[in-house]
């Protein structure tokens, strides 16, 4: 008896927890490269906590700028709730689909989605007070050492955060170098924590990308989801 309690409240605190994070949560789609790796396609879709509509977005990034192409940022959402099981990702087929015109003219390959040298297994709750993590390209002989840092001003409705990474590489012949991604000067509003999810080198080992899940007061009272990327070249 007092084991079936003890399970009992320990359900009730995880779910407690889960409601207190409930939100929006998008799922990330690593869309692919251009052959040459200087283009990146992403993409995150799911379902409004409010309207239960399928959504979501494609993003087309030059990987040497660390900046959307021109034109390269696409949204869309359905216009009528989803049925029982569905995840959003008819709404995310839907967008590619309507703009294949232009992943071919980038030259996209969904089969090229690069090398993934990390990627973050845990379910992390949302923190502000950044992270450290370190990984390592075996194929190249190359160890990295990155590190998340937050800044966040204000509270409630007015809070912006922004972020940078600095990102210390150590080739095979021992040989250290550091960088800086990101820009910190580039105000979120409602941004509350980030997270490093993935790191990826393109199918031209000269440069990496950085995908980042950010974590949003929503307006239902809990915490959105959504993911961005930083990329680098060497």
Same mark, same amino acid.
């Given at each position: 008896m =007092?084991?079936?309690?003890?399970f &009992?409240?320990?359900?009730?605190?995880?779910?407690?927890? %889960?409601?207190?994070w409930?939100?929006?949560?998008? !799922? =990330?789609a690593?869309?692919?490269?251009?052959?040459?790796?200087? !283009?990146?396609?992403f993409?995150?879709?799911?379902?409004q906590t409010?309207?239960?509509?399928?959504? %979501?977005?494609?993003?087309?990034?030059? $990987?040497l700028?660390?900046?959307?192409?021109?034109?390269? #940022?696409?949204?869309?959402?359905?216009?009528?709730?989803?049925? *029982?099981?569905?995840?959003?990702?008819?709404?995310?087929? #839907?967008l590619?689909?309507?703009? *294949?015109?232009?992943?071919? #003219?980038y030259?996209i @390959?969904?089969?090229? /989605?690069? /090398?993934?040298?990390?990627? %973050?297994?845990?379910?992390?709750?949302?923190? @502000?007070?950044?992270?450290s993590?370190?990984?390592?390209?075996?194929?190249?002989? $190359?160890?990295?050492?990155?590190?998340?840092?937050?800044? !966040?001003? &204000?509270?409630?409705?007015a809070l912006?955060? +922004?972020f +940078?990474?600095?990102?210390?590489?150590t080739?095979?012949?021992g040989?250290?170098?550091?960088?800086s991604?990101?820009?910190? /000067?580039v105000?979120?509003?409602?941004?509350?924590?980030?997270?490093?999810?993935? $790191?990826?080198?393109?199918?031209?080992? @000269?440069?990496? $990308?950085?995908v980042?899940?950010?974590?949003? /007061?929503?307006?239902?009272?809990?915490?959105d989801?959504?993911?961005?990327v930083?990329?680098?070249k060497?």
């Amino acid at each position: 008896m =007092f084991e079936k309690r003890y399970f &009992g409240i320990i359900v009730l605190i995880t779910v407690c927890a %889960a409601c207190l994070w409930a939100g929006d949560i998008a !799922t =990330f789609a690593d869309l692919g490269f251009s052959p040459d790796g200087k !283009t990146y396609l992403f993409g995150q879709y799911g379902i409004q906590t409010k309207t239960l509509r399928p959504w %979501a977005d494609i993003y087309l990034v030059d $990987v040497l700028k660390n900046d959307f192409v021109s034109g390269g #940022r696409i949204s869309y959402t359905h216009d009528s709730p989803a049925t *029982a099981g569905q995840d959003g990702s008819g709404a995310l087929y #839907r967008l590619i689909s309507r703009n *294949a015109a232009l992943t071919e #003219r980038y030259g996209i @390959n969904f089969l090229l /989605q690069g /090398q993934v040298l990390y990627i %973050a297994t845990d379910e992390k709750a949302p923190t @502000n007070r950044g992270e450290s993590i370190e990984f390592r390209d075996f194929e190249q002989g $190359v160890s990295y050492k990155a590190s998340l840092i937050p800044t !966040t001003e &204000g509270s409630g409705a007015a809070l912006t955060s +922004s972020f +940078s990474i600095i990102m210390e590489r150590t080739a095979r012949d021992g040989l250290k170098k550091s960088y800086s991604v990101g820009n910190p /000067q580039v105000k979120r509003p409602l941004i509350t924590s980030y997270h490093i999810r993935k $790191v990826i080198v393109p199918p031209k080992n @000269n440069s990496i $990308v950085f995908v980042i899940e950010m974590w949003k /007061q929503g307006d239902s009272g809990g915490q959105d989801v959504r993911y961005m990327v930083e990329t680098l070249k060497f």
